[in-house]
């Protein structure tokens, strides 16, 4: 285990660096090539702000992990590294919704042509076996046959991928929750004993890390502000996806059975993919698009009620924290299906408070744009 951890943190050293090399030079090419996100009514910065940050999540990732699973095969394994089915799919779907959302960046890409590669990206894990199997009693559900449980993946691989992409509204926030459900799943696999996947997480939460710095605390007028973009936020949605996928099947050749996994893996994304249903519910009620874009996520909603984007940032920050706690602390006693109910009566009240503020404002909750 104490190999698991030094592995670990060279590759999250080793991802952080990078991206502080890599970023700095993404700066400048997106100066020397015009590539900036440009404000409207709808977005809230104010600036032309550079929005290919997330060219440098995959990159980093793969050098960080690359070089730390070459210090584990010869030091651990006699140089011997397995490579199995899902894996190849896995990097596969990782690549292409990395080069899907990097186009749309730099040339733009219709809605339906990014939907159909994130519907073959999330194909890609249960036609190698690796898919949603058991609900372990939510909902009085347990085990899932192939047939329902391979569609479900692709489901909820493709929600999870829009989701972070949605809630990447305002600085810091896409990758903040990111790395909390990061740090999250590391610590899930590091007790299943499960190095490699460890490894992976800390490839991606250093670059993270680094773009979080440029991100928040950036200057826009020296040129070291960035968004990640589509290439960074998709990317991030794929991977946590598949992890969720990961640690919540229920296979006993590599993890024990245990009835929290699947509760355990939807808390740590439990913000995102509440925001999403939040957002589609209200879109139903008001009789709008659910895939017309407008100013009705959790952030816009906190700076209508009076919080800066940083102020926002903390409160959705704690409010993701205070469901992790929350459900480590009640699984042992309650049943899934009570922590979700509970979670979600939260939530409501959580926004409910939000409601009553911006009214008192004079504003509507509810946003047209």
């Known amino acids: 285990m104490?190999?698991?951890?030094?592995?670990?943190?060279?590759?999250?050293?080793?991802?952080?660096?990078?991206?502080?090399?890599?970023?700095?030079?993404?700066l400048n090419f997106c100066k020397k090539r015009n590539l900036y996100d440009i404000p409207n009514e709808r977005k809230v910065h104010k600036n032309a702000i550079p929005r290919l940050g997330g060219i440098s999540f995959l990159p980093s990732m793969v050098i960080a992990t690359l070089i730390a699973l070459v210090v584990l095969s010869y030091n651990y394994r006699g140089g011997k590294l397995e490579v199995n089915s899902w894996a190849v799919a896995f990097a596969i779907g990782m690549l292409l919704i990395y080069s899907i959302g990097l186009i749309d960046d730099v040339v733009g890409l219709s809605p339906m042509t990014k939907f159909v590669a994130q519907i073959i990206a999330a194909l890609l894990p249960p036609v190698s076996w690796l898919y949603i199997n058991n609900f372990y009693g939510f909902m009085g559900i347990c085990a899932i046959p192939y047939y329902i449980g391979a569609p479900l993946t692709v489901f909820v691989l493709v929600f999870i991928m829009n989701a972070f992409n949605l809630i990447d509204g305002i600085d810091g926030l896409s990758g903040s929750l990111s790395l909390i459900a990061l740090v999250g799943f590391f610590h899930c696999f590091y007790l299943e004993g499960l190095t490699v996947y460890c490894i992976l997480i800390a490839g991606l939460a250093g670059v993270i890390v680094s773009f979080l710095f440029f991100n928040i605390f950036g200057n826009a007028e020296k040129n070291r502000k960035i968004f990640m973009g589509d290439s960074g936020s998709l990317t991030l949605g794929y991977i946590l996806g598949t992890m969720l996928v990961k640690f919540s099947m229920n296979n006993p050749n590599v993890m024990p059975y245990r009835r929290e996994s699947m509760l355990m893996a939807v808390t740590l994304l439990m913000v995102p993919v509440f925001d999403v249903v939040r957002v589609i519910i209200v879109r139903l009620l008001h009789h709008k698009p659910i895939f017309k874009a407008d100013k009705n996520h959790i952030h816009h909603k906190l700076m209508r009620a009076g919080l800066?984007?940083?102020?926002?940032?903390?409160?959705?920050?704690?409010?993701?924290?205070?469901?992790?706690?929350?459900?480590?602390?009640?699984?042992?006693?309650?049943?899934?299906?009570?922590?979700?109910?509970?979670?979600?009566?939260?939530?409501t009240v959580f926004h409910y408070a939000i409601d009553l503020i911006v009214k008192k404002r004079g504003s509507s909750p509810y946003s047209l744009v």
């Open 2 to 26: 104490t190999g698991t951890l030094l592995l670990s943190l060279l590759a999250l050293i080793l991802s952080t660096a990078c991206g502080f090399i890599f970023i700095p030079q993404i």
């Open 308 to 347: 800066t984007q940083h102020q926002a940032l903390i409160v959705i920050i704690c409010l993701a924290l205070l469901f992790i706690i929350l459900n480590t602390a009640l699984y042992d006693t309650l049943t899934a299906t009570m922590i979700i109910i509970i979670d979600a009566a939260i939530y």
